[in-house]
């Protein structure tokens, strides 16, 4: 099993900032089959980049992902107000298809 | 979209079913999912069905104990849920499944809430 750790565990950050948040695998995820969604409050989830670094549908481009192996990084380059939630990662290339614990950004 | 329904308050040991009424697009053409939140944890995922039905997939942690299933002919998915632990508690999601990537989950119904206690 593919064991995904995400850091930091919470991140305080004003609008307009740049955040960096991290996912490491426990073994080299195959083929880049890593992801990341979002979840605000209220809400469901919502698919932000999968293969590493595309972006889902919708998704505007101050969202970025980048890694390979077994080190991976979301970057949102001016946090909006909305973009203020729970990040987790998670690996889809084989099962089980496992999530990281997630990054609360929250508004400093 | 993804509307799940079914959850409730249920007995350790109980059985419960999970309804996900699918709409919007080609139900039989995309694997389909359920992932859980137990209350402050992070995302689990739980158990995946492809198009056809054909194949299912568990985590070890409900495998035995939960059956994944679909209707295309009525554009639902399902999850039985039986010998049911605290532990089991959390808001459940039905997912769908990328045209590519069938355990990649592009689109989230809303949730419904499973709590299992005496």
């Known amino acids: 099993e593919v064991v995904l750790t995400q850091s930091p565990g919470s991140l305080s950050l004003s609008p307009g900032e740049r955040a960096t948040l991290s996912c490491r695998a426990s073994?080299?995820?195959?083929?880049?089959?890593l992801a990341w969604y979002h979840r605000k409050p209220g809400q469901a989830p919502r698919l932000l980049i999968y293969g590493t670094s595309t972006r889902a549908s919708g998704i505007p481009d101050r969202f970025s992902g980048g890694g390979s192996g077994t080190d991976f990084t979301l970057t949102i380059s001016r946090l909006e107000p909305e973009d203020f939630a729970v990040y987790y990662c998670q690996h889809y290339g084989s099962s089980p298809w496992t999530f990281g614990q997630g990054t609360k950004v929250e508004i400093k | 979209q993804l509307l799940e329904s079914g959850g409730g308050l249920v007995q350790p040991g109980g059985s419960l079913r999970l309804s996900c009424a699918a709409s919007g697009f080609t139900f039989n053409k995309h694997a389909m999912g359920w992932v859980r939140q137990a209350p402050g944890k992070g995302l689990e995922w739980v158990s995946s069905?492809?198009?056809?039905?054909?194949?299912?997939y568990y985590a070890d942690s409900v495998k035995g104990r939960f059956t994944i299933s679909r209707d295309n002919s009525k554009n639902t998915l399902y999850l039985q849920m039986s010998s049911l632990r605290v532990e089991d508690t959390a808001v459940y999601y039905c997912?769908?499944?990328?045209?590519?990537?069938?355990?990649?989950?592009?689109?989230w119904g809303q949730g419904t809430l499973v709590t299992v206690s005496s």
């Open positions: 073994q080299s995820v195959s083929s880049n089959y």
């Open positions: 069905i492809s198009a056809s039905g054909a194949n299912s």
């Open positions: 997912v769908k499944g990328h045209s590519a990537y069938g355990f990649l989950f592009d689109c």
